[in-house]
């Protein structure tokens, strides 16, 4: 049995990482970490685990007892705990955040998208989780980046679910504000637009064009629905063998031969992967669950990697069909 520690759990990727871990069939959930609910029934917070667990959340860090950490803190909270803390060598750690993604002198941590680097991570002490529009975005480009597509400014448009703000209410996720409304935010300049580049480096071998990413507010709890415009000349008959080819042995990402649609993905860890051609302009459209697939789902994907475990094992969800 895999022994997990969870530091930052009472979010909603906490709450999602435990809901999935209850019931993996080679883990047990030694503790969860939150200071400000210390003492609470882990369910009294994520109250969809009433009748699955009976843990309470702790303020302390028995690391010790575990064999791989996750780290469910927001942003620029991992490096920071981990200069306060000493967590031993022989623990793992899969850090959620987006501290560690990008390569770096004394950066350790392996960028952990299993489409690309499921070698890497097999052979991991510390693992980077991909950002969710991330994810959703790389898997929709990086075929085409193996066929040496991208050479072009990229056009990117991808919209997100509530959810992917976090719990911590804010202006721009009341219901109120979030119901029947659509807005932009951080155009040209999202976080996760390096995490991108650095992946298309990786499978190109190169990158000299920008990626225009405008990402959207959408009124819907969860998913991301990207849609990537890339310039080329190739012939769609050929660029689909090519996408087939990049992901035959893909657990989790699928290209399909017709549109996709949100519903296909939510409460999966799939991504589904869909290409146009239209003159000289590929359309490719990706859509996944962003707290799944593009955080805790993708996490759980990356722990059976690491300890050797079918990459499958505890994530074989189902979409509904309404």
Known sequence: MVKVGILGGAGYTGG?????????PQVEIVFVNSESNAGNLIADVHE????????RFTDELP??????LFFCFGHGKSEQFLKE???????????????????????????????????RIANARHVANPGCFATC???ALLP?????????DVAVNAITGSTGAGQKPGATTHFSWRNNNISIYK?????????????????QGFLNVDIDFIPYRGDFARGIFATSVIKTDKAIEDIIVGYKAFYKDAAFTHYVDKAVDLKQVVNTNKCVV???????????TSCIDNLLKGAVGQAVQNMNIMFGLDETTGLMLKASAF
């Open 16 to 24: 999602e990482l435990i809901r999935l871990l209850v019931n993996h």
């Open 48 to 55: 969809g685990l009433y009748g699955d667990t009976d843990l």
């Open 63 to 68: 690391f010790d007892k575990v064999d791989v």
């Open 85 to 119: 803390h000493t967590v031993p060598a022989d623990v793992r750690i899969i850090d959620l955040a987006q501290d560690f993604r990008l390569e770096a002198e004394g950066n350790d941590f392996v960028y952990g998208l299993p489409e690309i680097n499921k070698g």
């Open 137 to 139: 975005i790389q898997l």
């Open 144 to 152: 085409a980046a193996n066929m040496h597509l991208i050479k072009d």
């Open 187 to 203: 155009p040209f300049q999202h976080q996760h637009v390096p995490e991108i580049k650095q992946s298309i480096r990786q499978v």
């Open 274 to 284: 869909h290409c146009e051609k239209y003159g000289n302009k590929l359309l490719i």
